[in-house]
Nanobody, 122 residues
Framework: VQLQASGGGSVQAGDSLRLSCAAS????????MGWFRHVPGKPREFVAA????????YYADSVKGRFTISRDNAKNTVYLEMNSLKPEDTAVYFC????????????????WGRGTQVTVSS
């Protein structure tokens, strides 16, 4: 499966953005999907994940209550709704997928998409 993230941009603190991850090649309906982010000089960080079967959602503590992950299997797309953005949310955001593991750690990810930059200024 190929993944392409979009929707990043430059915003002010407190603003909202919605990232999209469009998949191609295979249906995402059987994939656990997630989002990670990366800041240069730091490890890639888990942000959110959603299961294929139950659609249960999982979040990093740093984004819980502000970000929402969702999926639309009919559109083969996963979303990350980001509200109340903070400067520390600034990063390149990557879409991730795996057909057997919850994509909550880097080593469990089978497929990565190209990132999209999110910049939040104070």
């Amino acid at each position: 499966v190929q993944l392409q993230a979009s929707g990043g941009g430059s915003v002010q603190a407190g603003d909202s953005l919605r990232l999209s991850c469009a998949a191609s090649g295979r249906s995402i309906s059987s994939y656990d999907m997630g989002w990670f982010r990366h800041v240069p000089g730091k490890p890639r960080e888990f942000v959110a994940a959603i299961k294929s079967t139950s659609s249960n959602e999982y979040y990093a503590d740093s984004v819980k209550g502000r970000f929402t992950i969702s999926r639309d299997n009919a559109k083969n797309t996963v979303y990350l709704e980001m509200n109340s953005l903070k400067p520390e949310d600034t990063a390149v955001y990557f879409c991730a997928a795996d057909d057997s593991n919850l994509v909550a750690i880097v080593s469990s990810v089978g497929y990565w998409g190209r990132g999209t930059q999110v910049t939040v200024s104070s």
